[in-house]
């Protein structure tokens, strides 16, 4: 170690000690903690602040909360029923030392060995989801904290608005500011916190893991049944003898009933009534308005704007119209007058029946955040001393990765790019260190031979039991 890092004697006097868990190398003084709030200095020793998460059956972690009873440490210690997260865990910064917890255990009768430790990722970020048919804003701009550039808007999906947020180039490539705000808002929402987030050229957009979207301040109820055209197939026996024509307007793909191969179906003739936009096919229109916060994801406020006209040889007074939009929450009924003119009337109540059942067969709307990772960095060397091979067995599913416990999603090709639902992650799993970086759980999982197989540290793995009576351990 460089004497540039080392502590002075006057330094030890004062019975400082110095962080090594991460590049900032903090000098934390007696009582105090470094700058991440996750190492502290207690009585001259560096110990973690928080304590080793266990994920343990409910009927151990029942028995472990009995007042005074000790009986659970026997029962874990056994090496079945419970999992060793990487939460607590502590990091081994340079990687090349092995992970802080190599735990041996069995599984069925098999021996098993689990390497855990917190990662620090520089190279992370999460894909957020956002259940709406509002309009976000146009895909590829920013979207920003605090003024802070932190990603982008992608792809618009069924239902949902993607929102891709972190990743090196904003963590790292912009602005100090920059870097410290993405890797806040990070943090914030992989702990499932709210985060308001503001798009350039659109909405503003509260989101919180496994919460509903609030846009422009309004609280999203709930996510589309389908586009407009998918509604049609779906409700269109339930609307026959009830109505002469549907229109559900959608921002995407409005469907007109007596056009759509769903009326056709029905024999339904036609109503005359042409909508504006692109026809793609029979009862299917393009772009028949602008996107934004109204009817069915659209600027439309009033759902007669997007009629282009009604033709005198097909419709007739007293023709029926249905106008709903593919959540179910607007909806008005007209019929068409004598001058071919719709007037708004009261809904018949098996037609208010068949919007309320819209309303009914759409799930509630959600934000969903998936903290995104590359693990197949210098990581890997707290697990081999010949990392590749980590790498080849994740690929061969012979190793498991698991983040707080929770099975990730590992993306095909080069590397260990992994995907997990913080949602489904013990509480407060995530940390941070201010280089900036986020710092999560991690644990790979494999069979005792395969982990000698790969050039794993087997020497130093250690039995649960021997975990449960050196470390201040908690239970999930």
Request: glycine fraction near 12%; include cysteine; aromatic fraction near 6%.
């Amino acid at each position: 170690m460089s004497d540039d890092i080392s502590l002075s004697e006057a330094e030890r006097s004062a019975g400082i000690v110095r962080c090594d868990a991460c590049p900032v190398l903090c000098r934390i003084r007696p009582g105090r903690a470094g700058a991440c709030d996750r190492y502290a200095n207690e009585n001259g020793a560096l110990v973690r602040v928080d304590p080793l998460l266990l994920l343990a059956k409910p009927d151990l972690a029942r028995v472990a909360f009995v007042e005074g009873s000790e009986a659970w440490r026997g029962e874990l210690g056994k090496g079945e029923g419970a999992f060793v997260t990487g939460i607590g865990a502590t990091t081994t910064y340079p990687d090349y030392k092995p992970a802080p917890f190599i735990v041996s255990s069995k599984h069925d009768g098999v021996d098993m060995v689990t390497v855990v430790t917190e990662g620090i990722f520089s190279y992370c970020g999460v894909k957020v989801k956002i259940d709406t048919d509002r309009y976000l804003g146009p895909e590829q701009a920013a979207v920003r904290v605090k003024g802070e550039a932190v990603g982008h808007v992608t792809t618009a999906e069924y239902g949902s608005q993607m929102l891709s947020l972190g990743g090196v180039h904003h963590l790292t490539g912009g602005s100090k500011k920059e870097g410290v705000v993405t890797c806040d808002a990070l943090l914030a929402l992989c702990n499932r916190e709210a985060v308001e987030l503001s798009i350039d050229g659109g909405s503003t957009v509260v989101v919180q893991a496994d919460r509903p979207p609030i846009v422009n301040g309004v609280l999203e109820e709930r996510m589309r049944v389908g586009c407009g055209s998918a509604a049609i197939g779906m409700f269109a026996p339930q609307w026959k003898d009830h109505v002469d024509e549907v229109i559900v307007v959608d921002d995407h793909i409005t469907g007109v009933l007596s056009e759509h191969q769903g009326g056709a179906f029905l024999d339904m003739k036609p109503a005359g009534i042409r909508v504006r936009g692109r026809r793609s096919t029979p009862g299917r229109y393009f772009q028949v308005a602008e996107p934004g916060l109204g009817w069915g994801g659209t600027n439309v406020s009033d759902p007669l704007e997007i009629i282009e006209k009604i033709d005198p040889k097909q419709a007739w007074p007293g023709l029926k119209l249905l106008m709903v939009s593919t959540t179910g929450e607007h909806s008005a009924w007209f019929t068409l007058d004598n001058e071919l003119k719709p007037q708004p009337a009261e809904m018949p109540v098996p037609v208010r029946h068949v919007v309320d059942r819209i309303a009914e067969n759409c799930e509630p709307a959600l934000c969903t955040v998936l903290f995104m990772a590359g693990a197949g960095g210098s990581l890997r060397a707290g697990v081999t001393e010949n990392p590749v091979r980590l790498t080849r067995s994740v690929r061969d599913t012979l190793t498991k990765v698991t983040l707080g416990g929770v099975p990730a999603f590992i993306w095909p090709g080069g590397g260990i790019t992994l995907m997990v639902d913080v949602a489904r992650m013990p509480a407060n799993s995530f940390g941070y260190v201010p280089t900036p970086a986020l710092v999560a759980p991690i644990e790979f999982t494999l069979r005792a031979d395969d982990y000698a197989a790969l050039g794993g540290y087997a020497s130093r793995a250690v039995t649960l039991e021997s975990v449960l009576a050196h470390h201040k351990v908690r239970i999930e």
